[in-house]
């Protein structure tokens, strides 16, 4: 495994688990809950809750499969049946406290252990692999890498080598596009740096500059994503409902679900563009020749993207100078969980409606290859 990938897992952990609080939380409840006083149901389901909030939040993003790829000795956490021991422990309605307190207190403690092997497991891991990793953060020249991965988990992506190697040549032709778009120089042929098994995770080198505006990019379309899956999953049904049958009102409902379904192809291009726009009074411009056609197509290719579920990370991110500020590789992760999240709650109609309109067809590819 690559190393900036392995560390970037661990980091992962280290944040959503221990930097979080959700490693002292859980070690707080037992203690709570140790004390007579503690040991009533209203107390006792409220931290339930808590942990459960905390799981599925885990689930979207992807702790379990990160992990997965990097522990040996231990088995993730996220492996136990915790949240679905804590569903049924509190849909039982025939447990009293101290029968509810029992279980409970079983339940957290075997979370407690498994999280605690796992931080012993990855603190062993990273203290080998930091050795390994260059200390200069600073990026100053323009001969600078960045790491980034591709990681794709729509079975329609990966299911064959054929289908593979389409998806694989697209984006390294968006990637190249992309340069273009933001420096004058040609870009250098992308670096495969490795390709790791599980949900198919391809990881490459691109100039730094260029990865950090990619990763803005991302994060504007998933943002735009976001919006409309929210407005799908529940604002639109709040609203219509409120319409009482009023045809023209849901008429209007209507064009405002085409135009957000729209804008999530319409405002990566756009940003892309501004990026573009931007980029045009730095010491190294681009052509202004095809922008934006240019634009288009990798607006094209990363909406596909994101709509199928699959993800972009930025594995060396820049420094943050606020201890507290997240780094923009947080932030592009956060924006992927809360779409996962939304997108859980589109039914299947919804769902094939986005696959529609944005996955590429061969005919689009050719096209735009021509």
């Known amino acids: 495994m690559n190393i900036e990938s392995l560390l970037n897992k661990i980091k992962i952990f280290r944040e959503l688990v221990v930097d979080s609080g959700f490693k002292r939380d859980v070690n707080d409840y037992i203690q709570s809950i140790g004390q007579t006083q503690n040991q009533n149901l209203v107390f006792m389901k409220g931290l339930s809750e808590n942990v459960k909030q905390n799981l599925v939040y885990f689930e979207n993003n992807s702790l379990d499969s990160e992990l997965s790829s990097v522990l040996r000795e231990n088995q993730p956490f996220t492996s136990l049946s915790t949240l679905q021991d804590l569903e049924n422990l509190d849909s039982n309605k025939q ?43 600073e990026y100053e020249t323009d001969e600078e890498q960045a790491v980034m991965s591709l990681i794709f988990k729509d079975l329609e992506s990966t299911g064959s080598l054929k289908e593979f190697s389409k998806v694989l040549n697209r ?26 098994n599980g949900s198919i995770d391809v990881i490459f080198n691109i100039d730094f500059d260029v990865a950090i505006d990619l990763t803005e990019l991302l994060k504007t379309g998933l943002k735009a994503y976001g919006g409309y899956l929210l407005y799908k999953s529940k604002t639109a049904k709040e609203i219509i409902a409120s319409y009482m049958g009023n045809k023209k009102l849901i008429a209007t409902e209507v064009e405002r679900e085409k135009l957000m379904l729209d804008n999530i192809n ?37 909406t596909d993207h994101i709509v199928k579920g699959n993800e972009v990370k930025l594995l060396t991110p820049p420094t943050t100078e606020e201890k507290d500020e997240p780094d923009i590789s947080t932030e592009l992760r956060t924006e992927t969980a809360t779409v996962r999240e939304r997108w859980k709650k589109l039914d299947a109609r919804e769902k094939q409606l986005l696959l529609d309109k944005y996955t590429i067809k061969d005919e689009e590819h050719k096209n735009n290859n021509a």
């Open 95 to 137: 447990f009293d406290g101290q029968q509810y307190f029992q279980r409970f207190n079983s339940i957290l403690s075997q979370l407690q252990n498994s999280i605690q092997n796992n931080e012993s497991e990855l603190n062993t891991i990273k203290t080998t692999f930091d050795k390994y990793v260059s200390e200069d953060d």
């Open 266 to 302: 319409e405002s990566i291009k756009l940003k892309a563009l501004e990026q573009h726009k931007k980029n045009l009074k730095s010491n190294s411009p681009p052509s202004k020749t095809g922008a934006t056609k240019k634009a288009e197509e990798v607006a094209k290719v990363i």
């Open 171 to 196: 984006w390294n032709r968006t990637l190249l596009i992309y340069h273009t778009l933001l420096k004058s120089e040609s870009p250098k042929e992308i670096s495969l740096v490795e390709i790791q």
